[in-house]
């Protein structure tokens, strides 16, 4: 079926389309547009002249717009969950969670902008200040980009485009090809709820050509990105004088002591490195254990991963389903191979049937290896011992990324400790590094990132305040 576009106020055809096909079974879903970078100058012009219309608009419009997103949303959650689960492949369960984060998202925002402040400065403390009065108000930016992974195409979505409507930005939304209809999805919602049609734009085609358009054009004032490294970085070249957020991947790590409860949270770590078949950006994906519980603790820990159900994602009993393509699952097999082949034991098995890759343990693998160093971004998780607290402090640090730790500790001063010296963006103690809600401030130092988002943060980074000072001497 071909889908549409949205900009220049309307849904529009394309002239050539792009296929999305199910990562399960490969059978084509829906077909959109490839735009050129014509179609994103045009219709990035056309949110320029009407970024007016938001700017205007008054906060409780725009907090009336999240509310109404937020009602059609929870309306229409099982077609959108559906949706993700067959053009993303994550399972219904995570699928229907995804969409709940999504409400929440939307409330968060709704709630910000309805509550963010905008304040009195008290010029008059300094004595250059005699005699005047100052406040600071909140401005939109005007008009600001969206580009988002195929991994969480609802809520990250959500994470920078309802920021947007509260702080009364225009929005260009690029999602990412393999998920352009859940995408499409949330501009029906939003437009339902009343956001101008003047005022978005819902771009489809290669990341190459309307993504770079998007982020060189100079009417955009902020880029907003969640997605890989390696692209992250080539926005940071190309975005010239533009605000950045970049929320980017990590190879995570969880850090289990002996005096821990462990016992209690397997299944956590469990979930935590095998949901959306390790394809989240803070999946655990290294897991470093106190040397004299690392035999009991593997051995419990596969016992788990054995259970986990594998196949159709639309299926309430899946747990884990397929990769995003069969390109990522051959890399990820490589990796295993990799580190089997310098030493590691790879359990149960090296498995991979199609875009599906079997869960597995990687015990003892080489610090240098792909699947220690790298984001592996599949269902594998390595799981090393350790016997110094500096020695796995060094090791969780010895890598590009910094988004999220997990440390297990029933220890005060250790785990103080650990949450300091570890570099990430979040340090979780007594729960996986996975751990997520919306409204908390997430997002990573060193190569996982600038910025942080969060509905209360991203109101900094997508508006800008303006200081008003009137001379009353
Ligand atoms: P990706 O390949 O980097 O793509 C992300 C988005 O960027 C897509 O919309 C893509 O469009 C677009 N894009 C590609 N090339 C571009 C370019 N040159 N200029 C501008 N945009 C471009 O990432 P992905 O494979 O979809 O997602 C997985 C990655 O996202 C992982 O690294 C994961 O860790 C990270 N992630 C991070 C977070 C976080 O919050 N930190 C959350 C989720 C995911 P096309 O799809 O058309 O190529």
């Avoid at 015990?363 to 016997?387: G, M, Q, R, Y």
């Amino acid at each position: 079926m071909k889908e549409k576009v949205f900009f220049l106020g309307k849904w529009q055809q394309g002239e050539e389309y792009f296929d999305i096909k199910s990562p399960y079974d490969l059978k084509t879903l829906w077909e959109f547009p490839f735009l050129s970078s014509e179609d994103v100058q045009k219709a990035i012009d056309f949110l320029e002249k009407n970024k007016k219309i938001m700017k205007d608009m008054s906060r409780h419009k725009r907090a009336q717009i999240l509310e109404n997103a937020r009602n059609i949303l929870e309306k229409r959650k099982e077609e959108v969950a559906k949706t993700i689960s067959l053009e993303c492949g994550k399972t219904i369960k995570e699928a229907k969670t995804e969409v709940e984060r999504g409400i929440d998202t939307l409330t968060y925002s709704f709630i910000e902008t309805k509550s963010y402040k905008e304040e009195v400065v008290p010029l008059d403390s300094s004595k250059y200040g005699e005699g005047k009065m100052g406040f600071y108000i909140r401005e939109p930016l005007g008009v600001v980009a969206t580009i988002t992974p195929f991994n969480f195409p609802l809520n990250l979505a959500l994470h920078k485009i309802a920021p947007s409507v509260g702080v009364g930005n225009c929005i260009v939304f690029k999602p990412a090809s393999y998920t352009a209809r859940t995408g499409k999805l949330l501009v029906e919602i939003l437009l339902e709820a009343g956001y101008p049609p003047e005022c978005i734009a819902f771009l489809t085609g290669s990341g190459s050509v309307v993504g770079e358009s998007i982020v060189q054009n100079d009417y955009v004032k902020a880029v907003s990105f969640t997605g890989s490294l390696e692209i992250g970085e080539r926005i940071s070249r190309i975005a010239k004088m533009k605000r950045i957020t970049l929320e980017l991947g990590s190879n995570s790590a969880c850090v289990v002591f002996k005096d821990s409860e462990w016992e209690k949270y397997l299944e956590r770590m469990v979930r935590g490195a095998y949901a959306l078949a390790g394809q989240v950006c803070i999946s655990i994906q290294r897991i470093y254990v106190e040397k004299e519980i690392y035999d009991e603790f593997s051995q419990r820990y596969l016992e788990k991963v054995k259970t986990l159900k594998v196949g159709d994602p639309l299926s309430e009993e899946t747990d884990v389903g397929p990769m995003i393509d069969e390109a990522n699952a051959i890399r990820a097999e490589n990796w295993l191979k990799e580190s089997e082949e310098k030493g590691a034991e790879i359990l149960p098995e090296i498995k991979r049937e199609g875009t599906i890759l079997y869960p597995c343990i990687v015990k003892n693998a080489s610090e240098d290896t792909k699947v220690c160093k790298k984001e592996a971004f599949a269902p594998l998780v390595v799981i090393n011992p350790f016997e110094k607290d500096n020695e796995v402090i060094e090791k969780v640090n010895n890598s590009i990324y910094g988004l999220q730790c997990g440390v297990f500790t029933k220890d005060i001063k250790r785990a103080f400790r650990f949450a300091k010296e570890i570099e990430v963006g979040g340090v979780i103690i007594n729960d996986i590094p996975s751990y997520r809600v919306d409204l908390m401030p997430y997002g990573g130092v060193k190569g996982s990132g600038i910025g942080r988002e969060g509905p209360h943060f991203t109101f900094d980074e997508l508006s800008e305040i303006k200081l008003i000072v009137f001379n009353l001497s």
